[in-house]
């Protein structure tokens, strides 16, 4: 029997704008059988985040350029319905770059097997690229010591909610700042933050300076623009600023100029670095192994936001832009 591949490809490039219906376009393909080394895998989850827009604007460059009409990049989760390489059997779970479709055949070499366990989505979260983010951006840069105040923008999202509840691992005291009230509240009452800022019920400045007094020794941020530029006039000496994102920019024709605060670095002998999770890709083993150890010992919680149908992959996407996610963005393929 021959299957159908259902598939979105690229068909616009959202540049300085936010992304619309047309930027996609959904196929039909036949499925192929695997070539030599090759796997062909059925999706069951696709991820999303809010990088993939600018890899459609080929405004990444630690990325290959994507071209018009390949099919959307993204990684997912998925089956092993037939295997031409030795290491891979159907059944097997595997996470890797699927792409938006039914099913992907790979090279073995891209795929990594996975447990077929309750955490199974986990994989494309808190134990994949947005869990590898929170962990490297926080130690490597944030550097938290006992007793700090880390604040984290975007932070009832996928990795600004791993990044405070790893920064209250190591004893620090950390406020989330968050569009609504209900974020929050599932910011402090379930994740045992200290406090949150609701960015959309006034004063950013007000909020975090009454939550923090003594300034901010973390500053973690993931949407750039006015919340950034508040925060930033409120860092403690010796503060290191981890940028690991800016979705305020992402629909942006024209940037704006840069935080007026930044000069507070200055004042504060403060530390301002920006990083690329893939850089610490070879360590990406052992903190998956500490992560997942923190769940099973619930020390570690997280949220998952499932839509369903491939159908609707365009829309699951826009939703991180609205802040319509609560929790890791997720896509249950059928
Ligand atoms: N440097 C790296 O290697 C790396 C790796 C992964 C991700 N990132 C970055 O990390 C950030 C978070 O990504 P994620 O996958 O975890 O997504 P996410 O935080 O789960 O979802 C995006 C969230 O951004 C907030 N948002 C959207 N538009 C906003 C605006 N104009 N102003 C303020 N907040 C806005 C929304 O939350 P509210 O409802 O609270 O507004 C939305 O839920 C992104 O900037 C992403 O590019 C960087």
Redesign the pocket.
């Known amino acids: 029997m021959t299957l159908t591949n259902r598939q979105w490809l690229i068909n616009g490039r959202p540049v300085g704008r936010p992304l619309v219906d047309d930027d996609f376009k959904l196929v039909e393909t036949p499925v192929s059988d695997p070539g030599e080394g090759e796997v062909l895998v059925r999706n069951l989850y696709l991820a999303?985040?809010?990088?993939q827009k600018?890899w459609m604007e080929n405004v990444a460059d630690y990325v290959a350029p994507t071209e018009i009409g390949e099919v959307m990049r993204g990684s997912g989760v998925g089956e092993v319905v037939a295997s031409a390489h030795p290491d891979f059997a159907p059944g097997d779970k595997v996470t890797g770059m699927l792409r938006w479709q039914d099913y992907a055949c790979l090279p073995g070499k891209d795929l990594l097997k996975v447990p077929d366990d309750d955490l199974i989505t986990a994989n494309l979260g808190v134990l994949g690229?947005?869990g590898m983010?929170a962990f490297f951006?926080l130690n490597k840069i944030g550097k938290p010591f006992p007793g700090d105040t880390v604040v984290i923008?975007?932070?009832?999202?996928?990795?600004?909610s791993v990044v405070g509840q790893i920064a209250k691992l190591a004893g620090c005291k950390v406020i989330g700042?968050?569009?609504?009230e209900a974020?929050c509240r599932w910011l402090v009452d379930e994740l045992g933050f200290d406090g949150a800022v609701d960015?959309?019920a006034g004063d950013v400045r007000k909020q975090a300076k009454a939550l923090a007094p003594g300034g901010i020794d973390v500053l973690w941020d993931?949407?750039?623009?006015a919340?950034f530029n508040d925060l930033l006039g409120q860092l403690a000496t010796h503060a290191r600023v981890v940028?690991?994102?800016?979705?305020?920019r992402?629909?942006l024709g024209k940037m704006p100029a840069g935080p007026e605060n930044y000069f507070n670095l200055i004042f504060r002998r403060a530390h301002m670095e920006?990083?690329?999770?893939?850089d610490y890709a070879a360590e990406f083993p052992w903190a998956r192994r500490r992560i997942a150890d923190w769940i099973r010992s619930g020390r570690l919680h997280f949220k998952e936001d499932v839509q369903q149908g491939l159908e609707n992959a365009p829309r699951t996407l826009m939703?991180?832009?609205?802040?319509?996610?609560?929790?890791?963005?997720l896509l249950r393929v059928r």
């Open positions: 999303f985040d809010p990088a600018g690229t947005t983010t951006g923008t975007g932070a009832a999202g996928a990795t600004g700042v968050a569009g609504g974020k960015y959309k993931n949407v750039g623009g919340i940028v690991c994102g800016g979705i305020s992402y629909e920006g990083f690329i999770v893939l939703r991180l832009f609205h802040g319509e996610n609560f929790g890791k963005q």
